[in-house]
């Protein structure tokens, strides 16, 4: 158990179907503002408490990325309890139950803001939805390695994903002062104008600069395919 490659050997050998489940893996955030020991003695005192203590098998990889921008832990764990010198013949079902993820959810965010009071920092995490939290905004997608991978390597210069973070973030920024707007007539903001239609010229800017930018874009992509097929050259 305490080799990985035999453990998962041993996993893998002990399913009949070609398709079963051989593990569960959880991925947890941690703060970047914590040390690599800190972060990987939380995530390690936290599987103890709850995926240990319950019979589960676990291996734990803390992971940096070059950036340092999203520190993380894997997690994978066994679908079965050891029984003996094997595996036990049933999964445990309770391991299944969605009130088990939420506590799962729940005991992290309290394990890490502990690490967090513990290094002195003022940060703190919060497990629950903005909807939980009462909190009107549309949540950011996530961006993904494969997206970040597209980008850094050049393969798409402005891949979907980030496009849609950003169209999420302006619709926030809408939703804010619309919601300003109902409530005060205009939108106060210190340095970009004292009245809704101070920002809102900032805004449509924004939006202007943004517009250009994809028709630029879109126009150097019809010319390159163009090109490719020998057509005639179009003039820019």
Do not use: Y
Not at 57 to 65: G, K, N, P, Q, V
């Amino acid at each position: 158990m305490h080799d990985p490659g035999q453990l998962w050997n041993k996993v893998e050998a002990g399913e009949k179907r070609k398709d079963a489940q051989l593990a569960r893996e959880f991925i947890l955030a941690v703060p970047k503002e914590l040390s690599a020991e800190a972060q990987f003695q939380t995530a390690l005192d936290w599987a103890k408490k709850e995926l240990v203590a319950s019979g589960m098998i676990t291996e734990i990889s803390l992971h940096h990325s070059k950036t340092g921008k999203n520190p993380h832990v894997h997690v994978l764990c066994t679908m079965r309890k050891l029984d003996g010198e094997n595996f036990s013949a049933k999964k445990p079902r309770e391991w299944n139950d969605v009130k088990l993820l939420l506590h799962q959810r729940e005991s992290w965010a309290d394990a890490v803001n502990a690490a967090l009071e513990k290094a002195g920092r003022p940060e703190r995490v919060d497990h629950r939805s903005l909807k939980d939290r009462g909190i009107d905004q549309i949540p950011q997608p996530k961006i993904g390695k494969e997206a970040t991978a597209m980008k850094r390597k050049g393969i798409l210069s402005d891949p979907g994903r980030f496009k849609a973070v950003r169209e999420v973030k302006m619709m926030n920024e809408v939703k804010a002062m619309m919601r300003a707007v109902l409530k005060r007539g205009e939108v106060a903001q210190v340095g970009m104008g004292d009245t809704w239609w101070e920002k809102s010229i900032t805004f449509m800017s924004r939006i202007r600069e943004q517009a250009a930018t994809v028709v630029k874009n879109s126009w150097r992509k019809l010319v390159d395919n163009s090109r490719q097929k020998d057509g005639p050259e179009i003039e820019m």
